[in-house]
């Protein structure tokens, strides 16, 4: 009786139309092409091959063809003993018992007539990467080290390397690096030299940490034979390897001068290779040999223009932006030797945005006397291009050269003209730069204003721009005649204004405007300090509270302290300090000098921006200090909130109490604020009519300092970490605000156990904490004193880098959620006092 015929079972993946089966067929096809001589049997295994390595591509897996893969590798094909390397390759490592069965096979090509085939099988042989087979790697290597031809030798230098990260123990029983560095300095063939040394390199590198004889080996790559070796041979070796000749050379100390100057022309051809990486690398090594020599270092910087300014111009834009890069650090170091070069810096009309800005920032540099006329009127040509972002470049550009001191007179003209193009961005950052210009330059204040009290602060929209108006309207009021009339249109819109930098220089000019024009501001600043004292922005609401208690307390110092006697601003300060600009050039040639950063701040995990953290509680530890009890919050500490009033009340004496939590007044202020806390201890307290006539002055009769928060928390509050997250996950977020963090509290937070300590100190306890410097997170909980099962419950990240706290709030009754956030608030403020 026949059997029944097979029903073939369709597979639910598109990459595999017939299921099992079509795994089943191929090793049935392969199990009879093994060992089979018949014409045309090579093509027959081409073909199957191909299509086992085509599922393997996709992920289907075709691991159970192993021994019948491994059967059909035995002929001379080499197209088949590839595919069949690159299937053993793939499946060795998952399935390490299937991989013993392709020793014999490996072992047996790797003494093949074929130098191709004998490389082929000592690359897949190492590539295994399974610890049971080391034994069986150390022979072929060793063969393969001594082979004849040099692809073989080359395969068993990078083998060697393979072995070493499955057994390094494997590695130095067998005297493999020394076998590497006899042959580095012996074989004939440049690529086998090239991978002995990068070999070399890397092994000792990862040793140096754990002995003291890997550190002298290192050293001795570092030797004034290999090291001349090496360069009298530079020119046999492709650009790969001439690069990592020339980085090994650039940490070779020379003995003397005559050492630094042999060396360098034995590289002066490779300034003029086509290859920008090598010419990158050869000036990375002028750069370094010649430091502690001033005047050859100066020369080299002249040497190397022509070989930098050729490769800008040639390539594709990628490679012009990576070496002009490199030039752009050279341009920063020493700006002087390439000011009469400027002309090459000129913006192309197909340069791509990002060659266009560098090229912008390397013409700000190298403006001098001699160069700044034409420099300016090229960038000004610049100002009108149809690409916002580089106009907005160029205009902060020629703002740039201004504060450098170089023609001042011209430039100035050169701005005011701007604020005639009817452009908004023209307009936004020219009043930006004008507002720096008046800064530096005060003498020029009388043709900037009348230009600049002519612009519509309606046409102004973007914040920067807005407070660099509102500043010069506050700043010279006196020789504007419209100012408090155009701030109290302003103030009139103060609920349309999203960004808080403009109504804190509101708030500012305001001040300013009404003690140079008491009777015309005298209602702008008091429709300010109300709406400023009812902002949900903190530094708002506690700017607007300061002014409104200076001013309580005495006009005379309320003007010292907001509009002092200034000086000009001489120097204004570098985005980067000298110390990252040094490590940056100690970085040549690197992704470093790209990216305008040390490499630290892109590799180590603390500097890779905002630490991310799960949402989940469960991945934080758990702070078992945290859940012992609390010492209680002492009730004597009143808020720094109260008035001048209520602290003659409460027997205050201090003025001083009147800066509130989260405001840091300026540098410059600092002076003034003296002779106040000391005026305060002889003068008698400020009496309430004092107050009270400010008031109606200022038509603040109803206005009232804020009642501190009457909400009281359970010092003794608990909450187990099941609760806390089933809550989390129920609760929607009532407050989400950035807040900021004090120096002393910057610099107190070195581990979470010190902010969690102080908040437990004001009943707000920590249930999780997790991060490191500079990121940190928390989950707080408290609780209401009132009786109830009331809870709060806070997400607070906090970045001492940025000196900002990221603080989310969910809680039981959401009405209280504004008290409690503003005593959580007060307490952060406090932490490191």
Request: aromatic fraction near 8%; glycine fraction near 4%; charge should be negative.
């Amino acid at each position: 009786m026949a059997p029944p015929p097979i029903v073939q079972q369709k597979s639910s993946s598109p990459s595999q139309p017939s299921g099992k089966s079509e795994v089943s067929d191929l090793k049935l096809q392969l199990r009879q092409l093994a060992g089979s001589r018949a014409p045309g049997a090579d093509d027959s295994k081409r073909d199957l091959f191909k299509r086992v390595i085509s599922y393997m591509t996709v992920g289907i897996d075709v691991s159970a063809a192993f021994s019948e893969m491994v059967m059909c590798s035995a002929t001379s094909d080499i197209v088949l003993k590839k595919m069949c390397y690159l299937y053993v390759g793939n499946y060795a490592r998952c399935h390490p018992d299937l991989a013993l069965l392709t020793i014999n096979f490996l072992q047996k090509d790797c003494r093949d007539v074929d130098p191709m085939i004998r490389g082929l099988a000592l690359r897949s042989l190492c590539s295994l990467r399974v610890p049971n087979l080391v034994e069986y790697l150390v022979s072929p290597l060793s063969s393969g080290l001594e082979d004849g031809s040099p692809y073989v030798r080359m395969v068993a230098v990078l083998g060697v390397l393979k072995l070493y990260h499955i057994s390094a123990t494997t590695c130095f029983d067998s005297d493999f690096p020394a076998s590497l560095k006899n042959l580095m300095l012996t074989d004939s063939d440049a690529q086998v030299v090239a991978n002995c040394l990068f070999v070399l390199q890397e092994i000792w590198n990862l040793e140096a940490n754990k002995s003291e004889e890997a550190n002298r080996e290192r050293e001795t790559l570092l030797s004034k034979q290999t090291i001349y070796y090496l360069l009298n041979r530079i020119k046999e070796f492709n650009e790969w390897a001439q690069c990592l000749i020339l980085e090994l050379i650039s940490k070779y100390i020379p003995s003397d001068s005559n050492d630094i100057f042999d060396i360098m022309n034995l590289l002066e051809d490779r300034l003029q290779h086509a290859n920008g990486a090598v010419v990158l690398a050869t000036i990375k090594v002028f750069l370094h040999l010649t430091m502690s020599m001033t005047d050859v270092h100066q020369q080299v910087y002249e040497r190397l223009k022509a070989p930098l300014l050729t490769l800008v111009g040639s390539g594709s834009s990628e490679q012009s932006y990576a070496v002009l890069s490199h030039l752009h650090l050279l341009v920063m170091r020493a700006p002087m030797l390439f000011s009469s070069d400027y002309k090459h810096f000129y913006c192309q009309f197909s340069d791509p945005s990002y060659i266009k800005k560098l090229k912008l920032e390397m013409l700000t540099a190298i403006a001098n006397e001699s160069n700044t006329y034409e420099i300016v009127t090229e960038l000004c040509e610049y100002a009108g291009n149809v690409d916002v972002p580089i106009a907005r470049e160029s205009i902060r550009a020629v703002g740039k050269i201004a504060l450098q001191q170089y023609d001042v007179n011209a430039i100035v003209d050169r701005l005011l003209q701007f604020l005639e193009m009817e452009k908004d961005y023209v307009t936004a950052e020219t009043l930006v730069l004008v507002k720096d210009l008046l800064r530096k330059y005060p003498q020029w204040s009388h043709d900037c204003i009348a230009v600049v009290g002519n612009i519509s602060s309606k046409n102004v929209q973007e914040p920067k721009a807005k407070a660099a108006l509102i500043w010069m309207l506050g700043e010279y009021s006196k020789d504007m005649p419209d100012a408090p009339y155009i701030l109290e249109n302003l103030i009139e819109n103060w609920d349309d204004e999203n960004a808080a930098e403009v109504r804190l220089h509101l708030l500012t000019a305001a001040m300013k405007c009404f003690l140079k024009r008491p009777p015309e501001t005298q209602k702008a600043l008091g429709a300010a300090l109300a709406a400023g004292v009812a902002d949900s922005h903190q530094d708002v609401h506690d700017r607007a509270l300061l002014y409104y208690r200076l001013l309580q307390y005495d006009v005379s110092v309320a003007e010292r302290v907001v509009n002092p006697p200034k000086q000009a601003v001489s120097v204004f300060a570098d985005l980067q300090s000298s110390e990252v600009k040094d490590r940056i050039f100690d970085e040549f040639n690197t992704l470093s000098v790209v990216y305008q950063k040390p490499s630290y701040m892109f590799t180590d995990k603390e500097h890779r921006g905002p630490f991310e953290f799960s949402e989940e509680i469960g991945n934080l530890s758990l702070d078992q200090e945290s859940m012992d009890n609390a010492p209680r919050f002492d009730e004597s500490d009143k808020d720094l909130l109260l008035g001048t009033s209520e602290r003659e009340e409460n027997g205050g004496t201090s003025i001083n109490g009147a800066a509130t939590p989260g405001y840091s007044a300026p540098h410059d202020y600092n002076s003034s604020l003296v002779p106040l806390s000391s005026q305060t201890q002889s003068e008698p307290a400020v009496t309430s009519q004092t107050s009270f006539a400010i008031d109606d002055l200022l038509g603040l009769s109803m206005l009232a300092a804020p009642e501190p928060p009457s909400l009281k928390l359970n010092s003794k509050a608990a909450l187990d970490p099941g609760t806390f997250q089933r809550k989390w996950g129920q609760l929607g977020v009532s407050i989400s605000q950035e807040i900021p963090i004090s120096p002393q509290g910057v610099g107190s937070l070195t581990t979470p156990q010190a902010l969690i300590r102080h908040m437990q100190a004001n009943s707000i306890h920590c249930i999780a904490s997790g991060g490191q410097s500079p990121n940190f997170k928390f989950f707080l909980f408290a609780q209401k004193d009132d009786g109830s099962a009331s809870f709060f419950l806070v997400e607070c990240i906090v970045n001492t880098s940025s000196a900002k706290a990221q603080v989310k709030v969910k809680a039981d009754d959401a009405s209280a959620s504004e008290a409690f956030f503003a005593l959580f608030q007060s307490a952060l403020s406090k932490f490191g006092m």
